[in-house]
């Protein structure tokens, strides 16, 4: 298991609000991956070699590459501003570790669900999941160099409801994983826009695209 004291300077006492993403998904679609590509420190790592012993109860369908896999979650850390920090928990994938995803969930403002479109059926436990937790979700397809699918195919193949951004990413790149993140925080931001318009109409058509607009990017 990794980790690493961050090479930036120290957090300062007014980055006071912690806000809590979570990357979910099936078994070897990049999870992993996206929160190395896109922690300003070096991520907290569970990481472990795949052995004989897990080939009877691990599917490796798709993903016989594999060597390593997550045992319970990984951990970054992005700063959004002076004020604000997003953490960063990659959840595992593997059947045998759902049991820790509701605790991973407590807490959570939203999560990305990552899919392989070559492996969709994976990802349909995760959305399932945080649909029972009420977690406010997007989806994103990580590019594996698999068959092109259009959107429409996606979502009905995942069943998403026409409100659940789609988004396509390259786990691998800072500025694509980057990318999932802002569309995750603007997509809360609409949301609780549209909470606060059905509270008090008066609200309604004055702040319902603002705080998009207005939504911190991560410090390069």
């Known amino acids: 298991m990794d980790s690493a004291t961050s090479d930036r300077a120290a957090l300062q006492a007014t980055a006071d609000n912690g806000l809590k993403i979570v990357v979910v998904g099936g078994f070897g679609v990049g999870k992993t991956t996206m929160v190395r590509s896109v922690s300003e420190i070096r991520p907290l790592n569970t990481e472990e070699t795949m052995t004989s012993a897990g080939e009877a109860v691990d599917d490796l369908a798709g993903v016989q ?19 604000s920090v997003l953490y960063l928990f990659g959840a595992p994938g593997q059947e045998r570790f759902w049991f820790l995803w509701d605790r991973l969930f407590s807490g959570t403002l939203g999560a990305v669900v990552l899919v392989d479109t070559r492996r969709l059926a994976d990802s349909w436990y995760a959305i399932d999941r945080l649909e029972h937790h009420g ?13 092109l ?26 500025s694509s994983s980057k990318y999932v993140l802002i569309t995750l925080v603007e997509h809360l931001y609409a949301l609780s826009a549209a909470r606060a318009a059905t509270a008090d109409p008066a609200l309604a058509g004055s702040t319902a695209t603002a705080p998009a607009a207005q939504t911190p990017e991560p410090t390069p």
Do not use: Y
């Open 149 to 174: 699918h259009t959107e429409q195919q996606i979502r009905e193949a995942l069943d998403l409801s026409p409100d659940v951004p789609l988004v396509e990413c390259d786990a691998r790149d800072r």
């Open 135 to 147: 977690t406010p979700f997007i989806v994103a397809c990580n590019d594996f160099g698999g068959p």
């Open 65 to 83: 590459s594999k060597t390593s896999t997550t045992v319970a979650f990984d951990f970054g850390r992005i700063t959004l501003d002076a004020r």
